[in-house]
């Protein structure tokens, strides 16, 4: 299966269905970037971070805004959501050695129970909470336990960066930057309803639900939006 990907702001997104970026995920190794509307605009600003997104094996129109602003631009690609893709990874994965990295102690230990309960065969070699301060350490720890699938959930750009170290030295692995997806599974933190997962509103449940996101969220995403107008009308 050969990689299709569209320019959106500069950057090289894939076209993939859900059913066949998870093939490909599988199938393949490197690193998964979940990318939104935050992303970008950091990655606008950072060279460094933009040059990581354009260099990996797959990224995925995880934001709403990615998806709305593909659609501007006139490709019909539908959104990936980051924890739907992590989470069917482990059970197409079922039985190969899996890292857990990321979020806090209590919540990645309850997250990885819980997933054990639900996946048959889960096979945890490494985790580590999200509160460490030498990566090299946990590079080092990761190496020696050979994974198959690395789940990272440290924020973004920081788990992008650390997967970006971590794949130069584990080349079969695959890497995929989940955020706040651990604290969904562990039961603390509840995903939104399906309606609002449907029409791509789950940023308005979690901002209803926490209302301090809603710096994080205006003014970025109406001028992502914006920018992407600009960018069909006029050209970046």
Request: hydrophobic fraction near 40%; charge should be positive; aromatic fraction near 8%.
């Given at each position: ?40 605009q950091a990655a606008s600003k950072n ?190």
């Amino acid at each position: 299966m050969e990689r299709k990907t569209v320019k959106l702001q500069g950057f090289s997104i894939d076209t993939f269905k859900f059913d066949e970026a998870l093939e490909y995920a599988a199938e393949n190794s490197g690193q998964i970037v979940t990318i939104n509307p935050e992303m970008i605009q950091a990655a606008s600003k950072n060279k460094d971070f933009a040059n990581l997104i354009n260099n990996s094996e797959l990224v995925v129109p995880d934001g709403i805004g990615v998806e709305i602003g593909l659609n501007i631009l006139g490709y019909k690609v539908r959104r990936i959501a980051g924890i739907e893709l992590g989470r069917a990874l482990i059970d197409r994965l079922s039985g190969e050695p899996v890292a857990f990295i990321g979020a806090k102690p209590d919540i990645i230990k309850k997250a990885v129970e819980n997933l054990k309960n639900e996946v048959k065969n889960l096979n945890v070699v490494y985790v580590q909470d999200g509160y460490f301060k030498d990566d090299e350490k946990v590079l080092n720890e990761l190496i020696q336990s050979s994974p198959r699938l690395a789940l990272i959930a440290l924020g973004s750009p920081k788990q992008e960066l650390f997967i970006d170290k971590a794949k130069k030295k584990l080349p079969n692995t695959i890497f995929i930057g989940l955020g706040g997806s651990f604290d969904v599974w562990s039961g603390v933190v509840q995903r939104a309803p399906e309606v609002y997962q449907r029409l791509g509103l789950e940023w308005l449940y979690r901002t209803i639900k926490e209302p301090q996101r809603f710096k994080r969220i205006f003014p970025t995403l109406p001028l992502f939006i914006l920018k992407v107008i600009k960018e069909k009308f006029i050209g970046v």
